[in-house]
C-alpha cells in the first residue's frame, strides 16, 4: 500500500502531541473533533488500572490517557495493521511501551481478560453491525462495575445508541454533549 508519512499534532494540558500518521488511517491529518472530545472528557476520570481502547487508530485516545494517567495499563486494539504499526511507533516515542499493549484483532476476537474501561470512537462507517458488536461485547470484556465510553454524533445516531446502551447495561449517563457530539458512559 501506498505510504505519506505525516504527523499529526495535539495540546491537552500545555503538553504538545506529535503522533506519526500516515494515509489509509481515520483521521490521517489532525486529531479529529469526536476523540478531542472524548480524551478531554475522560482525563479527570478514574478510569481504573486496565483501559482498552477499542479501534485504537495510530493510538491518540489511548496514548493520551496513558500518558496523563502513569497507573493505567492500556491495551491498543485495533483491525487496521498500518494504524497499529503507527500506533506502536508513537507509543514509544512518548515512552509508554512498557505500560501500553497494541494488538490486532477484529472487534473482540484476540481481546483476552476484563477492563475497568473501554474507550471507542466507534468506526460508525463500518456500520451497525460493528458499531453495536463493540457496545454488545463490552459486557463480557468489562468488570463488574467497569464502564463503556463512546464518543458519537447526534447525526450518527447518537440518541438510538444511547437506548441501545440502556437496553444493554440497564445505565447510560450523558457525560458530554458538544457541537453535536455525545460521550456516553455506560457500566456493568
Same mark, same amino acid.
Given at each position: ?20 500518521? !500516515? ?8 486529531? !479529529?473533533? /469526536?476523540?478531542?472530545?472524548? &480524551?478531554?472528557?475522560?482525563?479527570? =476520570?478514574? *478510569?481504573?488500572?486496565?483501559?482498552? !481502547?477499542?479501534?485504537?487508530?495510530? /493510538? ?11 497507573? *493505567? ?10 494504524? *497499529? %504499526?503507527?500506533?506502536?511507533?508513537? #507509543?514509544? %516515542? ?21 477492563? !475497568? %474501561? &473501554? ?18 461485547? #463490552? ?8 464502564? =463503556?465510553? &463512546?464518543? &458519537?454524533?447526534?447525526?450518527? /445516531? ?21 457541537? /453535536? ?8
Amino acid at each position: 500500500m501506498e505510504s505519506k508519512p505525516r504527523t499529526v499534532n495535539y495540546v491537552f494540558k500545555d503538553v504538545n502531541f506529535s503522533l506519526s500518521s !500516515d494515509i489509509g488511517v481515520f483521521s490521517k491529518n489532525e486529531l !479529529d473533533r /469526536g476523540s478531542e472530545i472524548l &480524551i478531554e472528557t475522560l482525563l479527570p =476520570l478514574n *478510569l481504573g488500572t486496565n483501559l482498552l !481502547d477499542l479501534g485504537c487508530g495510530i /493510538g491518540p485516545i489511548g496514548l493520551t490517557l496513558a500518558y496523563f494517567t502513569p497507573r *493505567l495499563n492500556v491495551t491498543c486494539s485495533d483491525v487496521n495493521t498500518r494504524a *497499529l %504499526s503507527l500506533c506502536e511507533r508513537n #507509543a514509544q %516515542s512518548l515512552k509508554l511501551s512498557q505500560r501500553v499493549t497494541i494488538l490486532q484483532s477484529d472487534i473482540y476476537q484476540k481481546i483476552e481478560g476484563k477492563f !475497568d %474501561s &473501554i474507550v471507542s470512537n466507534p468506526p460508525i462507517r463500518a456500520g451497525k453491525k460493528v458499531t453495536y458488536e463493540i457496545y454488545r461485547g #463490552a459486557l463480557s470484556h468489562l468488570v463488574d462495575g467497569g464502564s =463503556l465510553y &463512546i464518543v &458519537i454524533r447526534k447525526k450518527q /445516531g447518537a440518541e438510538s445508541v444511547k437506548d441501545y446502551l440502556e437496553e444493554l447495561f440497564g445505565n447510560v449517563a450523558v457525560l458530554a454533549r458538544e457541537k /453535536g457530539y455525545f460521550v456516553l458512559k455506560a457500566t456493568k
